[in-house]
């Protein structure tokens, strides 16, 4: 199997995360790789669905460095953002290798040994951003192993037409959900199902409002909601469900059947199709080899670096490596911090 030569940095995943991190990177230590397992650029917005758009403007959804380029409406579409994406990669000449899957990570002395689809990789630090979009999260409700009808994670969902008259629930109460109902009701007899009462924000306002303000909180030290940054978005296709009169959601069902449902009130109902829009987990299962995992499929973090393997840092998978590190706008203070430590470490590194 080929064996590259160890390099100083090697950055797991070509998305938003990766190249916000290589941004940062480039300038204090340009000996680094970005292995990316995508045919081509922009991360997963490649496998978002077809009418999926952004909630805030171009100008407040940019990577460091340079500003997304404003669109022809408001709101960008998944191909603006993976258009933006693409043009960042090029604009700043990252050194990405595609498609290259990571199979496994271990210890190799003092460095890392990357299994990997193109061969073996070696580097003296790590940083895993690979986000979550390749490793969807369903609640694990009774009875879903043998329910006949359909199920799909909004991560393999990609337009209305295969639901036309059926009945489907959608299930979760965020910005995903509210718009991918918004469309599929359409076409459907559809049903929200959500934990709570979903919370919208006033039709004027919108994704830079919801930072800001899930920011304020988040420093207010509200670290377990997530600051509101599931707060419904009012985009234009939101609107015009809530003008239709579906905007409106159902606590949850006790249970799946063969055919269908049963609600907390012990009646039954026949459904055809279930979209879970209920999140996702991080994927990092070639980090097994490394022993760092916890239950969860998550890493213990200070900030973003490993606490039990000081040589590895995460990026972009939500709060709990950064506040709104999942998104455009969020990664931006994540990924600078890791630039600056794994900076620090490599200088160490090379003057011991």
């Not at 953002?81 to 700043?92: F, G, M, N, P, S």
């Not at 969807?136 to 209305?160: C, M, N, R, T, V």
Request: glycine share 10%; net charge neutral.
């Amino acid at each position: 199997m080929n064996e590259s030569p160890v390099r100083d940095i090697i950055i797991i995943g070509g998305g938003q995360s990766g190249l916000a991190t290589a941004y940062h990177l480039r300038h204090s230590f340009p000996d680094f790789t970005l292995l990316d397992e995508q045919e081509s650029s922009g991360g997963a917005w490649l496998h978002a669905w077809q009418s999926l758009r952004l909630f805030s403007p171009a100008d407040a959804s940019s990577l460091p460095g340079w500003l997304m380029p404003r669109t022809k409406e408001i709101y960008p579409t998944r191909l603006d953002v993976i258009d933006y994406l693409t043009q960042y990669e090029k604009r700043y000449d990252f050194p990405v290798q595609r498609p290259v899957q990571v199979q496994s990570v271990e210890r190799d002395g003092s460095v890392f040994r990357l299994t990997t689809s193109r061969g073996i990789y070696r580097t003296r630090a790590l940083v895993c951003a690979t986000g979550s979009w390749s490793h969807p999260s369903i609640p694990d409700y009774a009875g879903k192993e043998i329910f006949q009808g359909q199920q799909l994670h909004s991560a393999h969902y990609s337009s209305p037409d295969k639901f036309s008259g059926k009945r489907v629930l959608v299930v979760g109460g965020g910005n995903s959900a509210a718009q991918i109902l918004a469309e599929v009701s359409k076409v459907a007899d559809t049903t929200w199902v959500t934990l709570t009462e979903p919370t919208f924000l006033p039709d004027e306002v919108d994704g830079r409002y919801l930072f800001q303000a899930a920011t304020q909180r988040f420093q207010a030290g509200d670290t377990q909601t997530g600051g509101g940054l599931a707060d419904i978005v009012m985009v234009e296709s939101v609107k015009e469900a809530r003008n239709r009169g579906v905007l409106h959601a159902v606590r949850p069902f006790t249970a799946l059947t063969k055919t269908g449902v049963i609600w907390p009130d012990g009646r039954s109902e026949a459904i055809d199709a279930v979209i879970w829009c209920t999140g996702f987990r991080p994927a990092l299962g070639f980090l097994k080899p490394l022993g760092v995992l916890t239950a969860d499929g998550k890493v213990d973090v200070l900030g973003t670096r490993s606490v039990r393997e000081p040589g590895l840092w995460l990026v972009g998978y939500g709060s709990w490596t950064g506040f709104a590190s999942a998104t455009l706008i969020g990664v931006n203070r994540s990924a600078r911090q890791t630039a600056r430590e794994i900076s620090a470490f490599l200088q160490e590194d090379k003057a011991r």
